[in-house]
């Protein structure tokens, strides 16, 4: 047993977490930061909403934004499944409800001379906080039965405005995450001798025999900086930039336990005795082998984002809003893991760059009330023979719908509704055979090894309460 899957599991989880951190619009990434602006399809960059929230979609426009204190959150519904191919069972992922918070509070001065106005603010919030679980009995489990990402955000922030019309802004990010993978691992494709699996013993595919957790901990900062500019009294433009970072994970811990089989050696082998327990024979990989629980390492390189958008308010009580959002995946194209025992993995992803369009509008039917809608659509990012039960991601659209209230001249709730339509995708729920392609380069033939469509869609309910102070 000289190679386990453990080794790829955890692999995994370390991909998770890249496809988590990197993607504002796929996978695992939450846009939602605020109810105010996810009514509107998350058309933030040109014209804040008065929440605070701009010191995420556009740190230079808290310069337009109230002093206010604000605390709110999203609560994510997801839900998906997988069809297999030969067998036609479908597995349903677990329903779950995934919360995920944010908080803000924005602070301005008036200036004088050039400079008109100088705001600063600090911002709690979980940009990547979905988890994707299955049944531990479910055919994924071999890949991943649970795929927990949990990256909470402090970002102190601070912008200056010029005159009447034009605003630069810039925060620091500082990401305290967290990841945690569970999964199954197959006996059939172990040695159970020089040259014999325990499959040629006649041990069927899908039969667990470890039970793998690997779990780390990173805290890591990186910026991102925004400009604002209001063209005319019926036009705002505005640009963000947030900047790649390079994680190292050096702390993850990799627990591995051992499961029982029941499951009896059918034949004599070269010292081994036909009838001898299989649990004896794999129980020393998890006392002194490969099996024991070990640490691991990896670095990976978060690609970095663009974003620009416009405002139109096209009557008094009527605002369009569009953005366009790119996101570099193309530098992550694989990343190779280091552990204390079992063999250096690599995991080839081969990511495709993302673009996101976004439409947004509101419209104040009175002072004390704002109805909001929009529609946003983007690719998916995963290569098609990388699409896995850790994250089942491809195609998106959406559509939102939201509304905002004043209540006397301080408080303000506002709240939304949001459902993703994600496009069926097939995918694979067994490990990637790379031995199909020559040398280490990853070949068309890969996507042949996908064994079955994922289908997922999700809704999404926000709110966030405001004072202004």
Same mark, same amino acid.
């Given at each position: ?11 995994l ?21 605020s ?7 998350g ?16 740190p230079?426009?808290?310069t ?32 779950k ?52 990402i ?6 102190p ?9 034009f ?25 159970a ?21 690997l779990?780390?901990?990173e805290?890591?900062?990186?910026f ?14 505005g ?5 790649r ?10 627990e ?10 059918p ?7 036909? &009838?001898? +327990?299989? %649990?004896?024979? @794999?129980? !020393?990989?998890?006392?002194? /082998?490969?099996?024991t629980?070990? $640490?691991?390492?990896t ?55 993302v ?13 004390s009330?704002?109805?909001?809608g929009?529609?946003?659509i983007?690719? &998916?990012? +995963?290569? %098609?023979?990388? @699409?896995? !039960?850790?994250?089942?991601? /491809?195609?998106?659209?959406?559509f $939102?719908?939201?509304?905002?209230t ?11 509704y ?5 496009g ?19 070949c ?5 090894q996908?064994n ?8 999404l ?9």
């Open positions: 047993m000289t190679r386990s899957t453990v080794g790829r599991g955890a692999l989880a370390v991909a998770t977490v890249l496809l988590a951190r990197g993607a504002s619009a796929q996978g695992f990434g939450v846009y939602e930061q109810a105010c602006v996810m009514g509107r399809a058309t933030g960059v040109a014209s804040p909403c008065s929440d605070g929230s701009s010191m995420y979609f556009n230079a426009n808290i337009r934004t109230p002093d206010v204190i604000s605390v709110g959150g999203t609560l994510i519904l997801p839900r998906g499944g997988f069809t297999n191919d030969a067998t036609g069972l479908h597995t349903d992922m677990l329903d409800v995934r919360p995920v918070p944010n908080f803000y509070v924005v602070k301005g001065f008036p200036m004088q001379g050039r400079v008109d106005r100088l705001s600063v603010g600090l911002g709690l919030f979980a940009p990547y906080g979905l988890t994707t679980e299955w049944s531990p009995t479910s055919e994924a489990r071999f890949l991943g039965y649970r795929s927990d949990r990256a909470v955000y402090l970002q922030t601070a912008a200056i405005r010029f005159g009447e019309r605003s630069v802004g810039a925060g620091l990010d500082i990401n305290f995450a967290h990841l945690q993978l569970k999964q199954r691992v197959d006996l059939s494709s172990q040695q001798a020089p040259g014999v699996t325990f499959a040629n013993l006649g041990v069927a595919t899908g039969t667990d025999f470890a039970d793998a957790n779990s780390a901990d805290v890591h900062t990186g991102h900086v925004g400009v604002g500019v209001e063209v005319t009294d019926w036009l705002d433009v640009v963000r930039y947030m900047s970072q390079t994680v190292s994970f050096n702390n993850g811990t990799v591995i336990s051992q499961v029982p089989t029941g499951l009896f050696v034949v004599a082998l070269p010292g081994i005795p036909a &009838g001898t +327990s299989v %649990d004896e024979i @794999v129980a !020393p990989q998890f006392t002194n /082998g490969l099996l629980n070990q $640490t691991a390492s670095t990976i390189h978060l690609p970095d984002q663009f974003v620009a958008g416009v405002a139109v308010r096209a009557t008094p009580q009527l605002t369009l809003l569009g953005d366009l959002q790119y996101t570099h995946w193309k530098l992550f194209d694989s990343v190779a893991i280091a552990f204390e025992k079992l063999p250096t993995e690599v995991l080839h992803q081969d990511n495709h760059d673009w996101d369009f976004r439409l947004g509008g509101e419209f104040a039917v009175k002072p009330l704002t109805l909001r929009g529609y946003y983007h690719n &998916g990012a +995963s290569a %098609d023979y990388a @699409v896995t !039960p850790n994250l089942p991601e /491809g195609d998106r659209s959406s $939102t719908v939201g509304l905002g004043r209540l006397g001249t301080s408080f303000r709730i506002d709240a939304a949001q459902y993703i339509d994600q069926d995708r097939r995918g694979r729920t067994v490990p990637l055979d790379l031995s199909v392609c020559p040398g280490s380069t990853p068309p033939t890969l996507v042949d996908n079955g469509l994922y289908q997922f869609h999700a809704h309910f926000g709110a966030t309460f405001s004072y202004e102070f």
